[in-house]
Structure formats: C-alpha cells, structure tokens
T-cell receptor
Framework: AQSVTQPDIHITVSEGASLELRCNYS??????LFWYVQSPGQGLQLLLKYFSGDTLVQGIKGFEAEFKRSQSSFNLRKPSVHWSDAAEYFC??????????FGAGTRLTVKP | GAVVSQHPSRVICKSGTSVKIECRSL??????MFWYRQFPKQSLMLMATSNEGSKATYEQGVEKDKFLINHASLTLSTLTVTSAHPEDSSFYIC????????????FGPGTRLTVL
C-alpha cells in the first residue's frame, strides 16, 4: 500500500527566504504525487502534481517540486517565501483507483 | 476548473442525533467520490469510497453502520453520521476525481462537525 512521510512537522522561515518541504513516499509503481496547501479551517488547494514526464514540476504561487525516483522523494520548494504562504502543507500520493494517502502535514510559519 | 461543494460548512448537534453532509460535483459527473476525516492539527484520513449505484467501500476501522454513505446520483454523495457522539467531532472533507488521466481530485471546502 502507498504511504507518505513528511519528516518535518513544523518549519519556520523568514519572509523572503527560500523554502523546502520534504516528502518521501512508498509505492510499488510510478506514483501520482501531489502537494496541497490548507489554510486554517479551509479546504485543500492543489499546488502542483506529478503524473509523468518532466520530473521538475511548476505549480501555482511560485512553488515547484522535483520528483526523484531514486530517493522516493517529491520535495516542494519556493525560492522566496511570502507571509501569505503560512499554512499547512500536505504531500499526497495517489493510486490507480484514485484514492489518495496524505502525509501528516508540515506547518509553515513565516517570520516578518 | 472543476468545483466540488459541501453542505453544510459547519454543523453543531447534540449527542445521539444524526447529521447528514452533502458533497456535490458542480460541473462534472463523478462515479466515485471520497470521504476524508481530519482531526485538529492532523492529516486527512480516507474513510470511505463512495460509488454511484453501489455500496460504499470503507477503510479498515471505519464503522459502516455509523457513517452511512449514499451515492444516489452522478453529482451527489451524502455522508450521514448516525447517533453522533463528541468523539465524532471532526472536519469532514469530500473529494471527487473529474475523470482526468492524471488522477487529480477536487476537494470540497469541508464540513466542521461539532457534537455536544
């Protein structure tokens, strides 16, 4: 069965600094990988997804992620964080039958 | 883009009552919808897969008699929490795949259930 690990529960970065959120997955075949963002009390917003092809994917709000099969990773990056990026970030892996498994989430705090 | 709605967005009920949550795909048909549960400061956990015209598939440990799922049409799935208790208080989120090849799902905004 597929699973997702987000090793960092909470990360604090200064506004304008770069960001990398880690995600490792376990899946027997080529995974469908996703990053979602959730603001407090809100639903999920898709940042980006990897299905196949180019392993560096661009998303919304200036985010990007790189799929590394050898490391079973799909880390999320942003070169310059904005205060509005403070939220909870979830990495997820999908299966052929479309259900998704989520990581535990990483809470991002942005310092002024 | 595809939109999924949920109703109500927030509900407070007394212990022992039943609560129905609706999930609708607004501009696409969904033969399958998914129900997730999220406890405060935790991740989303898949509860069940709702299948149009057939029985739902529940994840291990989820009581199917407690969480009744009905997928009566291609745009509507309902989750009924029966005889709700305070430990059922949670954030319930549904999702639906619009049938794209890349397995993307669209999520509803969630329903906050508080059982007193």
């Amino acid at each position: 069965a597929q699973s997702v690990t987000q090793p960092d529960i909470h990360i604090t970065v200064s506004e304008g600094a770069s960001l990398e959120l880690r995600c490792n997955y376990s899946y027997g075949a080529t995974p469908y990988l996703f990053w979602y963002v959730q603001s407090p009390g809100q639903g999920l917003q898709l940042l980006l997804k990897y299905f196949s092809g180019d392993t560096l994917v661009q998303g919304i709000k200036g985010f990007e992620a790189e799929f590394k099969r050898s490391q079973s990773s799909f880390n999320l990056r942003k070169p310059s964080v904005h205060w509005s990026d403070a939220a909870e970030y979830f990495c997820a892996v999908g299966a052929r039958n479309n259900d998704m498994r989520f990581g535990a989430g990483t809470r991002l705090t942005v310092k002024p | 883009g595809a939109v999924v709605s949920q109703h109500p967005s927030r509900v407070i009920c007394k212990s022992g009552t039943s609560v129905k949550i609706e999930c609708r795909s607004l501009d696409f048909q969904a033969t399958t919808m998914f129900w997730y549960r999220q406890f405060p400061k935790q991740s989303l956990m898949l509860m069940a897969t709702s299948n149009e015209g057939s029985k739902a598939t529940y994840e291990q440990g989820v009581e199917k008699d407690k969480f009744l799922i009905n997928h009566a049409s291609l745009t509507l799935s309902t989750l009924t929490v029966t005889s709700a208790h305070p430990e059922d208080s949670s954030f319930y989120i549904c999702s639906a795949p619009p049938g794209l090849a890349d397995n993307e799902q669209f999520f509803g905004p969630g329903t906050r259930l508080t059982v007193l």
